[in-house]
């Protein structure tokens, strides 16, 4: 997590320092912050576009990938008032401080799964004005960027080209030095003035008490410095930004007015305060950097929900101005002039949503995907008999109960769709197609039964995992062929992949072989660990298992004889016997146990993570319970073993602690020993 604040001083020191809302934290550590990912690509942005307009096409808004700019408000100026009363005509400064600006949050949200709702440009509301009787100005409003959990935030930085930012630099820089110059001279002329002033002054009202009122000589107003007009300028223009006045203030010659106008100038000069921007001649600030060594571009991995109440801090809105109270002083007693506002920053980011399953399913298309995911869990993907059904990745989670069932988060235990076949999802909608009208709310009440389902006997939950169905790999995906990379981004955070094949296709074995081939050539494309994706891979559900059961064959066989066509048909059907399934089976086994052995020992698997192979059929909901099983083993598997590595990084973290305090402990003592021995 974020700083939510900068620590920055405000505009001037102020009675009212500015203070963050307590509903945030500001107490996380940055923990997330790396270098920036090496392989953010550019050629794969054509084709980002591409897989967006495929989608688009099915009708899907599901984007996962996008390129925001972040702008935080600017701060509210403070007011100018004096307050006035019956029988007061001249009452105290009254003017109320400025509103902070908005600022912006980014929030990890489990409660969705794209970036389709969010604008290209983000910006934080403006704070508003103070006002008279002290009213202070009212807040911008803080807006809060939700992204999917498993978001990748990337910061990119567009500097403008070297030589116009130090052209625009230096102009800035020689326009400050003769604003305070020009500043200086108008304030020493000013001090010397008063001082004239109080001296000519007590000598009058001497004379006027004792002697001849007219032994003093009549009070002389001296020439102003002669000042260069640009240095006069540059301070005019400064003044406009830095400050609001009173309406026809004369605040020029105001030693109190030029006092405070130097303290600010050389907190400019200093680089404490950031140089106003009234003319937006720059755009926007960019964001600043909390401290120095905090200057590398933001990257955040956002594995995990972000807590509601510790919204990360993008960009930070502008300081709030102090109104005219804040520069009442002994001398000055009716300051006529307040600061305005601070400016927002602004970020540019980069999203890239990568989903987070735990279990995550790999096939080519048409394999069965999403109707093994509408098998397992409550989640309802399109599934139809052609490729690139799936666009985007879909989850679903599975739950397992104590009595050995399992159900997805919706599914009533007493419902009979349970084990119902999954039918292909129509083209068209049901309500464009029905001849009679869709029922109405009311009446699809009416129908439901007036009691509720009876309660299922008494069980618990045991475990509960997510599942993610993936967009069908092609062969050369990893080369980013076809929507590549689009499809494969989403597989990359999974703890655990599961092949799923078409058992009935002519070469299950080379889909298999297919698949791994895209995953390695995958990891190695985007500089992952050699087999760290195969080495996720824990097994093979061989799908479509049903084709080649007896009624199939008793149906093909009922049509022999009536035709070549029957014949052809009868032929194909010869091949899906279940003899043939049981051979393609064991040939599948025998080849996952070579790859498996191969892979442990390449060293890409450990020897206790064997491959294993289930058939099922997705569509009839048949052997599925054997497979989530499987599935449960291996999420209780993966889950322990990230438990231990946490344990071991936390470990290590602690002892990286302890080192680097004893390295300091050490480093002091030796010092002071060094120096008591001298
Ligand atoms: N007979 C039979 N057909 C199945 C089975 N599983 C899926 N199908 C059919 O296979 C076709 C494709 O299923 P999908 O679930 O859409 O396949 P997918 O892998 O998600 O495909 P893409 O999304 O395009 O990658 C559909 O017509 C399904 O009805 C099964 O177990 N048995
Ligand atoms: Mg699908």
């Known amino acids: 997590m974020l700083l939510l604040r900068p620590t920055r001083a405000p505009l001037l020191p102020c009675s009212t320092p500015f203070r963050p809302r307590p509903s945030y934290s ?12 090496p392989d ?49 005509a001249r009452g105290p400064p009254s003017g109320g401080p400025g509103g902070a600006g908005g600022s912006v949050y980014l929030l990890a949200s489990p409660t969705v799964t794209n970036l389709s709702h969010l604008p290209r440009t983000i910006r934080g509301g403006a704070g508003a004005s103070g006002g008279g009787s002290w009213l202070a100005g009212r807040r911008g ?18 500097e403008p080209k070297d030589e116009d930012a130090a052209e625009i630099e230096r102009q800035e820089r020689e326009e400050l030095e003769w604003a305070y110059e020009a500043n200086r001279v108008r304030l020493a002329e000013a001090e010397a003035r008063d001082a004239r002033w ?26 102003e410095v002669e ?29 109190h007015f030029l006092r405070t106008e ?8 200093s680089r404490e305060v950031d140089m106003p921007d009234p003319k937006m001649r720059r755009r926007r600030r960019r964001r600043r950097a909390r401290t120095d060594e905090d200057d590398t571009p933001l990257y955040l991995d956002l594995t995990k929900p972000t807590p509601l109440n510790e919204p990360i801090l993008l960009v930070a809105g502008g300081q709030p101005g102090l109104g005219n109270p804040s520069f009442l ?56 008999s052609y490729a690139f059904t799936t666009l985007n990745p879909h989850h679903g989670t599975c739950i397992l109960w104590s009595d050995g069932t399992f159900s997805g988060p919706r599914a009533s235990p007493s419902s009979s769709s349970a084990t119902d076949e999954i039918t292909d999802t129509p083209a068209t909608p049901e309500y464009f197609t029905a001849a009679s009208p869709r029922p109405s709310r009311a009446e699809r009440r009416a129908q439901q039964p007036s009691t509720a389902p009876a309660p299922a006997e008494e069980r618990s939950e045991v475990l509960r995992f997510t599942l993610t169905d993936n967009p069908g790999l092609v062969a050369s995906a990893s080369l980013n062929v076809g929507l590549g990379h689009a499809f494969l981004r989403h597989i990359e955070r999974c703890a655990a992949l599961v092949y799923v094949v078409d058992l009935s296709s002519p070469d299950p074995l080379g889909a298999v072989e297919a698949l791994r081939t895209e995953l390695a050539a995958y990891a190695r494309v985007k500089g992952l660990r050699e087999g760290e994706l195969e080495g996720r891979i824990r097994g093979v559900v061989a799908n479509k298992a049903d084709l080649f059961v007896a009624p199939r064959r008793a149906g093909a066989a009922e049509g022999e004889g009536e035709g070549e066509e029957d014949d052809a048909a009868g032929a194909a059907a010869a091949a899906e016997t279940p003899e043939a399934g049981r051979a393609k089976l064991s040939a599948l086994r025998d080849y996952v146990a070579r790859v498996s052995a191969d892979e442990v020992s390449r060293g890409v698997r450990r020897a206790e993570d064997p491959i294993w192979v289930v058939p099922v059929s997705a569509k009839r909901r048949e052997n599925v319970q ?53």
């Open 329 to 384: 002083t002994h001398e000055d007693r009716s300051p006529k002039y307040a600061t305005r506002g601070g400016d927002g920053e602004m970020m540019r980011l980069e999203l890239e949503v990568k989903s987070t399953g735990e279990v995550g399913l790999v096939g080519l298309p048409n394999a069965g995907k999403s109707t093994l995911l509408r098998a397992l869990t409550s989640s309802t993907p399109r599934v139809a």
């Open 198 to 223: 109080t001296a000519w002054k007590k000598r009058r009202d001497k004379a006027e008490k004792f002697g001849n009122p007219d032994d003093v000589e009549p009070w002389e107003e001296v020439d």
């Open 26 to 37: 500001t107490s996380s550590p940055r923990c997330l912050l790396h270098q920036l990912e």
């Open 141 to 158: 409003d803080d807006v809060v960027v939700r992204v999917p959990v498993g978001t990748i935030v990337r910061e990119v930085r567009r």
């Open 626 to 678: 054997a497979l989530v099983q499987r599935l449960a083993a291996t999420v209780r598997t993966e889950r322990e073993r990230a438990a231990q590595r946490e344990e071991i990084e936390a470990l290590e973290a602690e002892e990286e602690r302890l080192r680097v305090t004893g390295e300091r402990w050490l480093g002091g003592e030796a010092s002071n020993g060094s120096s008591s021995s001298e």
């Open 227 to 255: 000042v260069p007009q640009e240095k006069l300028m540059a301070l005019s223009n400064l003044r406009k930004a830095l400050f609001v006045m009173y309406p026809q203030a004369e605040l020029e010659g105001h030693p």
């Open 40 to 88: 953010s690509s550019p050629h794969q942005q054509p084709l980002k576009g591409k897989a967006d307009w495929k989608r688009r096409q099915e009708g899907s808004n599901f984007i996962d990938t996008l390129n925001l700019s972040v702008l935080s408000g600017r701060g509210g100026a403070g007011g100018v008032a004096f307050h006035r009363e019956k029988f007061k």
């Open 262 to 269: 130097h303290t600010l100038l050389s907190k400019l000069l």
